[in-house]
Structure formats: C-alpha cells, structure tokens
C-alpha cells in the first residue's frame, strides 16, 4: 500500500499571503496524483488531478506541481474562503487508493 | 446539473446491517465507475469500495472486504453500499463520489456527495 504523507498538519496564514502544503508517497507515484479542498460540514471538492491539471471551475490560484514522490499544492493570494483542509490521493498503484491525512489552513 | 444523494444512513447496534443508497442526477451511473469514501468523525478520507463502469471489476478496502458490498442500478441511476456485521469503527459519514480518469480508469473523484452518516453504538 502506498502511504500518503501530507505537512504541515496545520498551516496559519494570512489573508492575501501564499500558502505551500506539501504532499510525499511512500514511492514513486509519476503524476498520478489529485487534490481536494474539504471545508467543515461539506464533502470534499476536486481542486487538481495529474498533480498540475486544475479541475473544473478551480480559480487560477490553486496550483499544483511535483512528481515522483514530492508534490505540493500551492495557493497563492489566499481568500476567506480558502481556509479548508486539504488533502492528496494517489492513484497510480491501486487497489487501494489512498490519502493524505490532510493540512488544515485556517487564519494566522 | 451533476449530482448525488446519499441516504440510508442511521444509528445501528454493532453486528447488524444497514444499506446506504446514492442517487444521481445529470449523468448516468452507467458510464462511470463510482466510490464509497468514509470518513470517521474529526478524522481523514479513507476509501472504501469501488466499482468499475463495467460493473463486474469491484475492489474492497481491507477493513470492510468480506462484510461490505457494492452494487448499483443502472435503471434507477442508483449506487448501493449493503454493509453487514457492522462494527464500532464503521462510525462514519460516507460519501459517493464519481471516478474519472483516462480511458476506463477511475482514478480522481470529480463529483461527491454531501454523505450519509453511520453510525454503529450499543
């Protein structure tokens, strides 16, 4: 089983400020690798799939980058509503597929 | 417009049964291969099963295989998740949510439902 590791646990921000949330595999995962933004009360939402593709109707500062087994999700000029937790997923090697055990941005 | 609707949900002693149901609308199950997520409460995703387009290829989590099965219908857009011998650590919100990917692959989730909450007490 690939294990997904996602940090900080927490990451405290500013409104305006970049946040950098970083995601690693256990082993070598290519590119296949999605995001998700989960605010409290709601399901997930898709963000980015193949660590860079941004999902449909995802606003241009969410990006993705990485491969192999360092990927990062980077959010540039925070909003409100942006302050979420997040998490990674492999698909590469499955059954099963598997998360990160999330990052939690919330108001420095 | 594209969606699911969990249901089915509910308190339940340990050792019994329960099915959660999950409904679509704007597309076709049919076409797409669809997942049971959990999620226990104050904690992360974890998957649970998955059922290809085809229908005929499904995968199990570890924790649930042998207790737990998918299925769906295909007239009814509905997707079913009919869990048995429920155990205290099956407390959780389950979610579907809809597979995408290249080809026949379900490899993101691109559409989820708001979920249905299990919970499994004496």
């Known amino acids: 089983e690939i294990v997904m590791t996602q940090s900080p646990a927490t990451l405290s921000v500013s409104p305006g400020e970049s946040a950098t949330l970083s995601c690693r595999s256990s082993e070598n995962i290519n590119t296949n690798l999605a995001w998700y933004q989960q605010k409290p009360g709601q399901a997930p939402r898709l963000l980015i799939h193949d660590a860079s593709t941004r999902a449909t109707d995802i606003p241009a500062r969410f990006s993705g980058s990485g491969s192999g087994t360092e990927f990062t999700l980077t959010i540039s000029s925070l909003q409100s509503e942006d302050f979420a937790i997040y998490y990674c997923q492999q698909y590469n090697n499955w059954p099963p597929w598997t998360f990160g055990q999330g990052t939690k941005v919330d108001f420095k | 417009q594209v969606q699911l609707v969990e249901s089915g949900g509910g308190v339940v002693q340990p050792g019994k049964s329960l099915r959660l149901s999950c409904e679509s609308s704007g597309f076709t199950i049919r076409s797409y291969g669809m997942f049971w997520i959990r999620q226990a409460p104050g904690k992360g995703l974890e998957w649970v099963a998955v059922t290809f387009y085809a229908g005929n290829e499904k995968y199990y989590a570890d924790s649930v295989k042998g207790r737990f099965t998918v299925s769906r219908d295909s007239s009814k857009d509905t997707l079913y998740l009919q869990m048995d011998r429920l155990r205290i650590d099956d407390t959780a919100l389950y979610f579907c949510?809809?597979?995408?990917?290249?080809?026949?692959?379900?490899?993101?989730?691109?559409?989820w439902g708001q979920g249905t909450l299990v919970t499994v007490s004496s």
């Open positions: 949510a809809r597979g995408r990917g290249g080809g026949s692959r379900v490899d993101w989730l691109d559409t």
